[in-house]
Nanobody
Framework: QVQLVESGGGLVQAGDSLKLSCAASGFTLENFSIGWFRQAPGKEREKISCISSSDGKIYYADSVKGRFTSSRDNAKNTAYLQMTSLKPEDTAVYYC????????????????????WGQGTQVSVSS
């Protein structure tokens, strides 16, 4: 069964840190590009990070650059999003996604290009 399960969300205060996990089953994670997205109420889904399957290069949105770090543990078949210095504007549902494409990160493809999604995890940051 192909599945992505996210965990690690919660309610924190501004300046705190959280680490999200995205556990994959039915996939071999290292063969896929990994995207992290978020969607706040009333807003479009935003891509915040992308790990390319071709060279491991990691892309970040300007809104999270320097504060968030994406990684993957191929042995655990799990991807991570370490979030630090959280701000109230980071409040959103966070999703991980996979796609069998080594170009999807470099081409900055929209979220509709991604084929496999987790269920999402809520991150709420209070001021």
């Amino acid at each position: 069964q192909v599945q992505l399960v996210e965990s690690g969300g919660g309610l924190v205060q501004a300046g705190d840190s959280l680490k999200l996990s995205c556990a994959a089953s039915g996939f071999t994670l290292e063969n896929f590009s990994i995207g992290w997205f978020r969607q706040a109420p009333g807003k479009e889904r935003e891509k915040i990070s992308c790990i390319s399957s071709s060279d491991g290069k990691i892309y970040y949105a300007d809104s999270v650059k320097g504060r968030f770090t994406s990684s993957r543990d191929n042995a655990k078949n799990t991807a991570y999003l370490q979030m630090t210095s959280l701000k109230p504007e980071d409040t959103a549902v966070y999703y991980c996604a996979l796609e069998d494409s080594f170009l999807i990160c470099a081409y900055d493809s929209p979220w509709t290009s991604w084929g496999y999604w987790g269920q999402g995890t809520q991150v709420s940051v209070s001021s």
